[in-house]
């Protein structure tokens, strides 16, 4: 009964993982087709990404998205951390509710709805849309899933450690940084790639806020898919895929070294 049980689980993991990545395995299969169309394999050819290097537009874009990532996830990060220590270390302050739903309530607003929103502010303040737009839209997105991360960490720390720290003479600042921000290094680590992913993953926000000159990649594949699939297009994506692979398993191991050294 138990074997049974266990080789059942195992069917159930094995495919669960196939159902999640066989998708990805085959658009990065499909980069090295030498044919275009994606329904016919034409033999192993890297041209498609011999041809991408001469794709000014496809080039473009994913700098812009990159930068963009780069930059709102940066942001996004550091006020999440502000907000997670407000709510985390401040008390039952007067407005803590109403800035606790503000903070979260993008996890629950659709995000036509919140591009909607953003577009709208932008055309009342009169704000030109492009780059910095799309950064605010972005930052605005992801800031409450950093906030949620970061909250959850301090609300792990030991408070007495810092208040020990200001009984030596500390300030509330330098304790804060000295004692609780190395605990929840691994926790920032997180929280930013989360953000990043997410802002380098976005269609529906980049498309109310940003403007011509500043179209990120998920918004050049959309526009082209619909013209039909270009193996281009499918090697673009896996070297995506493989950089942010890799930056996930840099930060993993960075996470690791920071645990083992506080051990």
């Known amino acids: 009964m138990n074997r049974a049980g266990n080789a059942l689980r195992i069917a159930t993991l094995c495919a669960g993982f196939v159902f999640l990545y066989a998708p990805i395995v085959i658009l990065a299969a499909m980069s090295f087709n030498a044919s275009r169309l994606v329904s016919v394999w034409g033999g192993f050819s890297t041209k498609w ?40 270390r401040y008390g039952a302050f007067r407005s803590r509710l109403l800035f606790f739903g503000a903070v979260h309530a993008p996890l629950v607003l659709p995000e ?33 899933f950093t906030t949620v991360a970061l909250l959850s960490a301090l609300r792990g720390c030991d408070p007495t450690l810092e208040e020990a720290a200001m009984d030596l003479g500390a300030t509330p600042v330098k304790a804060f940084v000295l004692v609780a921000l190395p605990q929840i290094a691994p926790a920032l680590a997180s929280a930013f790639m989360l953000a990043f992913t997410l802002s380098l993953d976005d269609l529906v926000i980049a498309s109310f806020a940003t403007g011509p000159g500043a179209t990120t990649l998920p918004m050049r594949i959309y526009s082209q898919v619909r013209l039909g699939v270009s193996p281009q297009i499918n090697a673009i994506s896996t070297l995506l895929l493989g950089f942010v692979a890799v930056a996930l398993g840099l930060s993993a191991l960075a996470m690791q070294a920071g645990r083992r050294r506080g051990l």
Request: aromatic share 4%.
């Open 112 to 144: 036509v709805v919140l591009g909607l929103a953003l577009l709208s502010c932008f055309v009342a303040l009169g704000v030109g849309r492009g780059f910095v737009t799309l950064v605010i839209g972005h930052v605005t997105l992801t800031m409450c």
């Open 49 to 88: 990404y011999v041809a991408l290097l001469n794709n000014e537009l496809l080039l473009e874009s994913a700098r812009i998205s990159l930068a963009a990532a780069v930059l709102s996830a940066t942001i996004a990060t550091i006020l999440g951390l502000l907000a997670a220590v407000a709510l985390a």
